[in-house]
T-cell receptor, first 114, second 114 residues
Framework: GNSVTQMEGPVTLSEEAFLTINCTYT??????LFWYVQYPGEGLQLLLK?????DKGSNKGFEATYRKETTSFHLEKGSVQVSDSAVYFC?????????????FGTGTKLQVIP | NAGVTQTPKFQVLKTGQSMTLQCAQD?????MSWYRQDPGMGLRLIHY???????DQGEVPNGYNVSRSTTEDFPLRLLSAAPSQTSVYFC?????????????FGNGTRLTVT
């Protein structure tokens, strides 16, 4: 079956530091890949996505590239802010059986300190 | 635009009690789903629906029932609550076809079963 593996957290960074959160996946076929972000007390919201190999998703300064050869979708940001403190989930979606089957990673908590 | 609305935000039940978690969306999405979020386990799919009158089981359906009488509403019923059902529950919806469509989440219901 499909699976998503994320780096363990929590990750603590100083403001303006470079961020990388690793994500690797196992899937049959050609899934779409997503990063979701969850702020305290809220539901998940889409941060970015990529639907085919070598696509780069980007939003709010975050980027991730769909690497089929390494089955990875690492999240990066060049300069984090305190407001980026949240839990980040990597996810994949395929169309097995004709419906959306989404597999989530366990989440990585990011804390940015001033 | 309200998006996905879940009620209640918090609920405490005694073992054996029943209750219904409400979910409504105003985006005319055909696909709706329920997830539970537990520490260290990411999100796990409970039930999903690809349209009014159509529901199916996800990864962890035992102890839960759903129905989909309208496009907008997708309630989740706990028939006889157990402590193992203590969790945060999220409702999510998306457009169809669902393969490349991101999920839109509600803000969750935090359930405690004593």
């Amino acid at each position: 079956g499909n699976s998503v593996t994320q780096m363990e957290g929590p990750v603590t960074l100083s403001e303006e530091a470079f961020l990388t959160i690793n994500c690797t996946y196992t899937a049959t076929g050609y899934p779409s890949l997503f990063w979701y972000v969850q702020y305290p007390g809220e539901g998940l919201q889409l941060l970015l996505k990529a639907t085919k190999a070598d696509d780069k998703g980007s939003n709010k300064g975050f980027e991730a590239t769909y690497r089929k050869e390494t089955t990875s979708f690492h999240l990066e940001k060049g300069s984090v802010q305190v407001s980026d403190s949240a839990v980040y989930f990597c996810a994949l979606s395929d169309d097995s059986g004709g419906y959306q089957k989404v597999t989530f990673g366990t989440g990585t908590k990011l804390q940015v300190i001033p | 635009n309200a998006g996905v609305t879940q009620t209640p935000k918090f609920q405490v039940l005694k073992t054996g009690q029943s209750m219904t978690l409400q979910c409504a969306q105003d985006m005319n999405h055909e696909y709706m789903s329920w997830y539970r979020q537990d520490p260290g386990m990411g999100l796990r799919l409970i039930h999903y629906s690809v349209g009014a009158g159509i529901t199916d089981q996800g990864e962890v359906p035992n102890g839960y029932n759903v129905s989909r009488s309208t496009t907008e509403d997708f309630p989740l019923r706990l028939l006889s609550a157990a402590p193992s059902q203590t969790s945060v529950y999220f409702c999510a919806s998306s457009e169809v076809p669902t393969y490349n469509s991101p999920l839109h989440f509600g803000n969750g219901t935090r359930l405690t079963v004593t």
